[in-house]
């Protein structure tokens, strides 16, 4: 094995251990979490290892670099996961790739990624993004449809062409009254889904929770964490 790959090995070995450590805690199925190694920033060749090493969901939040690395990685047994905040004019593009985008966050992204599943004659995951600090009309700095805002992309997310509702998505808020507080945040967020679940019962996917609050999400009963730092190692900063 190279240096690389048992850095990786070993790294994914203790998110494993948290993710079953939190599971026991909050006893549930380690089954019913799935961990997602986000790769952003990070190259083809880590994919290719994390592949050997028996990851299967991988994800990246910009377009420009995840398209060629799926592509470069497109024979391997992968499901890619887009989870950054996305530009319209940028769907086409995405579609072409991604199994799951995490990041809906309004209806005008709706639209152009059901035309875009469409004519690339896909079918796309969609989750919609809830940005906990965000008032409705208005979104998240971090991206995210308002609370009150999640139930209208939601059901256009289910009537769209295209798209298949797969459930919701956050990101604990650095700012308002979730600041610093990701298991009240992650508790919000499951409230949502449950109630999103009266009118979208196969809804069931709650994306939340990464390096620093895995714990925090699998305690409130997240069923999707997304890992980057604790497995690829700290990502230089991004310019
Ligand atoms: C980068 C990123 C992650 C992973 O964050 P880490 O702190 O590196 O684990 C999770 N979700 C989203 C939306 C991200 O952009």
């Known amino acids: 094995m190279t240096d690389r790959k048992a850095q990786l090995a070993a790294n994914l070995a203790q998110v494993e251990q948290r993710i079953a450590a939190a599971c026991a805690a909050a006893r549930r199925e380690r089954e019913d979490v799935t961990l997602i190694v986000v790769t952003k920033t990070y190259p083809a060749s880590d994919?290719?290892?994390?592949?050997?090493?028996?990851?299967?969901?991988?994800?990246?939040?910009?377009?420009?670099?995840?398209?060629?690395?799926?592509?470069?990685?497109?024979?391997?047994?992968?499901?890619?996961?887009?989870?950054?905040?996305?530009?319209?004019?940028?769907?086409?593009?995405?579609?072409?790739?991604?199994?799951?985008?995490?990041?809906?966050?309004?209806?005008?992204?709706?639209?152009?990624?059901?035309?875009?599943?469409?004519?690339?004659?896909?079918?796309?995951?969609c989750l919609v993004q809830v940005a906990l600090d965000a008032s409705s009309g208005s979104v998240g700095g971090r991206g995210g449809a308002a609370p009150a805002d999640t139930v209208a992309v939601a059901d256009a997310i289910a009537a769209a062409p295209g798209l298949r509702l797969e459930g919701l998505m956050t990101v604990a808020p650095l700012a308002g009254p979730y600041a610093g507080k990701p298991r009240a945040a992650f508790d919000r967020l499951m409230e949502i889904a449950s109630a999103l679940r009266e009118s979208h019962p196969a809804a069931t996917m709650v994306s939340a929770g990464m390096s620093s609050d895995l714990e925090e999400a699998v305690a409130a009963g997240a069923t999707h964490v997304r890992v980057g730092t604790a497995v690829l190692g700290v990502r230089p900063a991004l310019g």
């Open 47 to 125: 994919v290719r290892y994390l592949a050997e090493l028996g990851v299967r969901e991988v994800a990246e939040n910009r377009d420009q670099d995840a398209a060629p690395k799926a592509a470069e990685c497109s024979e391997l047994d992968l499901n890619w996961h887009f989870v950054g905040q996305l530009q319209t004019n940028k769907a086409r593009s995405v579609v072409r790739y991604a199994d799951f985008v995490h990041s809906v966050d309004r209806l005008r992204l709706v639209d152009a990624l059901s035309t875009a599943a469409v004519r690339a004659e896909r079918e796309v995951g």
